[in-house]
């Protein structure tokens, strides 16, 4: 390992890093990114990589856009900062909540907003509770999430998420949150199972559930349309047209989490459109802003509400709101970012794009390292395995999606490890032959990985 350069001592020295091995930090050194342009990031020694995460999945329309930066800029001139609470308003807030409910797959009544996608689905649970509550049903307040999935990092978004990481240590999830099996076929079908038998089987898992812990128990279940954190798990076609009567039949919300698969990133302006999904409520958050400023935002039905103001009227006030919920920067931006996803044409680029990004990934299948692609428009996920034929995992303490990671960042370019599986969202507005670059390098990478761990015997 080469020494730390100056600034990424400073940077170890003082900042307490999210998400990262700690006790590996003084040997890893960081990455610190000194600016971006297009769909590209530079660090401080002047590396160019491909950016093909899209930062933290957000970054939708890539980096340095004009339109984006002269937006903010005229947003913070006219008025910086004010809030929505005590009933004030601004005018970004408002423009925003109105194009959010003309593109909601599913009519809309109100968008609350918030500051991150965390705090969505916390807000989420929130307001499932206090519509029971409204509805004199105080009993129903469980929320079902799935194995596998991710929604967030505070304690009840961290509780709804799936991934042991988020849980030990933390005392987490807390009571009150079940997390239903994961559809991801690949992984959990059954010897001989069809995909079709797998999505029976997931429903009917679904409902035992469900008649185990009392349906009147149960408030609303999370779910994303395409998984994504938790490895990007695309349903069986299937999957939510069989789950959605078994939650109307017992009265549970479906919470769409469309914090990554929003703003057409799945070849439609939403994932629930693209894996026949029909929610209740939705989260938003990252491609909301394309990521220039933080927002997250709530979308509710009007029959939901109306319970509300029922239930507000005997209380006195809604009680819930966040300082930076709504902020006229973050608002501003998403009306910004709207306008270009139409006025450009993005989704018709993603839809454009999409055959080749499935050719490659799907092309990848054939490596010795590959075990399964999968995709949905221009988000996708390579799984690594020791034997493909038998499906067999490596050995976690290998880290051989972190390995692969390493080995495409010294080729140029960003791909992130969820554990074994290489995930793939580059913004959207990327070019064929820059996708083309970023499948080079990662195949590249795949091969050098391979000898190494040909050479280690991590087979
Ligand atoms: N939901 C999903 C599906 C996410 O991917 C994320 C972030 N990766 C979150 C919620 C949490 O968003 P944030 O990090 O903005 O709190």
Redesign the pocket.
Known sequence: MPPLSNVQQRDIDSVFHPYTPLHKLSETGTLVIDHGKGVFIYDTQGNEYIEGMSG??CAGLGFGDEELIDAATEQLRALPYYHLFAARGTEPAIELAEKLKELAPVPISKVFYTS??????DTQVKLAWYYNNALGRPEKKKIISRQKA?????IM?ASLTGLGPNHKGFDLPVDGVLHAECPHFYRNGLEGETEEEFTARMANSLRALIEREGPETIAAMIA?PV???GGVIVPPKGYFPAIKPILDEHDIMLID?E???GFCRTGNWWGAETHDMVPTTM?V??QLTSAYA?L?AVMVPDDIYQAFVDYTSRLGTFGHGFTYGGHPLGCALGVKAIEIYQKRDILSHVRALAPLFERRLTGLTEHPLVGEARFSGLVGGLELVADKATKRAFDPSHGVGAKVSSLIEKRGAILRPLGDTIAMCPPMIIKEDELNALFDRLEGALDEAEGWVEKEGLR
């Open positions: 933290l999945w991150s996608g965390s705090e969505a689905n991710y929604h967030g990092v505070t978004a994303e998984m994504g954190a989490d914090v990554i698969n989260s958050a990252k933080p997250g």
